[in-house]
């Protein structure tokens, strides 16, 4: 008897759907990588990538256990997010300080993503074309640039694929309920709220699902499927109560003296129609928007409300015959509300990675309403037509996110745009100033921050900021105010201890200046030139023994910090360390071959060396 096996044929149907079957989730695929691929070649920039990973040290560590007990138990940088720290150490582990390998995680996240929505929807809605098209917007879209290309902001792709996974988990809960089947549901929502509080409007999410594509309130009472849902609204407070305590404690909630609730709610509408606009002519995006002089008008919040109320209402009256209108609508509305600015984080007045999840339910929206529009075309043309446009489209949005992307190719780039595209932008021209005071042009620098102060005369890091450029001018008494001002307004700012420490030090006044080198350390363990700073002090008041482990901390801290190989090198000659002063030469020479103070204490320990042993000739 003939064995049986399976005969392929290349031109067999099933083959031919087969291949199709793949040539969507292929495509999304090469399309995100497309897009996102050329991040590699960027850099980490000056906006949080400090806090979250190049000066932290418990990431820099890599994945370590007393790394993972930190990232359960620390608040720091005002966040509550272990898996996101857990994601970062991992990267560290597997790339170091190698920005490219950092950004292809989060490329390649963001793909996983895309390819997940489409599966996601099109097994609610068996609906392949318009799960495709929302996927490919998903994927492209320009206001997503920041959420994927910037390495601090790790917590949005990764939450969101636990978003997704949780979808994933209900489509197979609600196609037969059972308790093994919503244990996972829980556990993936749980893992996404250790990535980003944002999950907390997930339970609503999937409440709007049930109405549709799923149409579980046709079967069930909108109670029962409330009720089905307070695991995860009780687990949504848990994170709420968790975030908003951080972030307390971590001074990132601004009171309603700085932001009053009245200018909280016009900003909060005019966002929303922000966003939207930004959607379809997404032009003019930059890393940060600040807040305009003088605040909202009333009459641009009434227009905005108008506006949404009425888009709102089209989408209700649609609910039957469009029931996706109203559930995208409805989606979007929701989602934003953690983000708005209801309850202010920081000081912008919108951001762009805030509609990573959000926009979602405008593709949603678009996407079957394109399909529905492209379906009561008649002929085979007409529906081609709709799905060139569509494709022409996705296309558009990707070459834009490919040019959005050069602008996170390094911190000037990035705040140079932001100037181009805003107005009084002050945390462009604080970090621009920043950069160009780290590289020594300070005739640049300076400006930048008395752009900042014309706008805020109180702002604390500008003040520091310009207090320390002047400080390295000498110009002590112009800067002494400024640094005074900007301790009164923050003390608990390590840059401006600094800089006022090194103010009294260079005037003589060690003494005075050794109190703020302290409490910079305190406040900044994982800074090296603070701990630099520090033992320099120690050192001139003749206090070695202390001054050494300070020394020693400073170069853990930073391996390439000349100055302090210097410095240690000169402690350990007064010392008569002459072994660990030469290693500690050697190295400062390595990285500094034109040090003259390191080549000639070299050179004169030799000739010591030599005269004590009578080859001096």
Known sequence: MAKRGRIIDKHAPSQRVGLRSWAVPAGLV?????????????????????????????????????????AFTAGHGANWHPLTW???????????????????????????????????????????????FAAALFAAHPLHVESVAWAAERKDVLSTLFWLLTLAAYARYAEQPKGSRYAWVILAFALGLMAKPMLVTLPFVLLLLDYWPLKRL?????????????????????????????QRSGGALAGLEL???????????????????????????????????????????????LFLGAATAFAFRQRNRRPFLLIGWLWYLGTLIPVIGLVQVGSQAYADRYTYVPLIGIFIALAWAGTEFANSRRGARAKAAV??????????????????????????ALFERALAVTRDNNVAHL???????????????????????QRYPNDPKANSNLGGALVTQRKFDEALPLLQKALSVDATDPTTHGNLGSLLAQQGKVNEALPHFKE??????????????????????????????????????????????????????????????????????????????????????????????????
């Not at 687990?235 to 109560?241: E, H, N, V």
């Not at 379809?280 to 409300?305: D, K, Q, T």
């Not at 002459?578 to 080549?599: N, S, W």
Request: net charge neutral; aromatic share 10%.
């Open 387 to 412: 799905g060139i446009a569509g494709m022409a489209v996705v296309l558009t949005f990707a070459g834009l996110s490919v040019r959005q992307t050069t602008y996170w190719r390094d911190s000037f």
């Open 431 to 453: 970090n621009l100033g920043k950069l160009h005071a780290e590289r020594g042009e300070l005739d640049t620098a300076i400006p930048h921050f008395r752009a900042v102060l």
């Open 218 to 246: 046709e079967k069930r009472s909108a109670a029962r499927l409330f009720a089905e849902k307070i695991p995860m609204l009780l687990l949504a407070a848990a994170s709420c109560f968790v975030t908003v305590a951080v």
């Open 520 to 617: 910079a350390v305190r406040l900044k363990p994982g800074d090296a030139r603070a701990h630099g700073n520090l033992a320099g002090a120690l050192t001139e008041l003749g206090r070695y023994e202390e001054a050494l482990p300070e020394f020693e901390a400073a170069i853990r801290l930073d391996p390439r910090f000349v100055n302090a190989h210097r410095n240690l090198a000169m402690l350990h000659v007064r010392q008569g360390n002459l072994a660990q002063a030469i290693a500690h030469l050697e190295k400062t020479l390595e990285l500094d071959p034109g040090d003259a103070v390191a080549r000639q204490t070299l050179d004169e320990i030799a000739r010591q060396r030599s005269a004590a042993t009578g080859d001096g000739g």
């Open 86 to 132: 857990i994601s970062h150490m991992l990267d560290c582990q597997w790339f170091g300080l190698w920005a490219g390998g950092h950004h292809l995680v989060s490329a390649g996240l963001h793909s996983l993503n895309a390819l997940l929505l489409f599966f996601v929807l099109k097994r609610m809605t068996r609906a392949t074309a318009a799960s495709a």
């Open 259 to 305: 932001v009053p609730l009245a200018e909280r709610v016009k900003n909060a509408i005019i966002a929303y129609v922000f966003y939207l606009e930004k959607t379809f002519a997404p032009a003019g995006l930059a890393v940060f928007y600040p807040r305009p002089i003088g605040g909202r008008s009333l009459e641009a919040a009434m227009g905005a409300a």
């Open 30 to 70: 090469l399309l995100s990588l497309a897009v996102f691929a050329g991040t590699f070649r960027n850099g980490f920039v000056l906006y949080d990538d400090d806090v979250y990973i190049t000066e932290n040290p418990s990431v820099k560590a890599g994945l370590t256990w007393a790394g993972m007990i930190w």
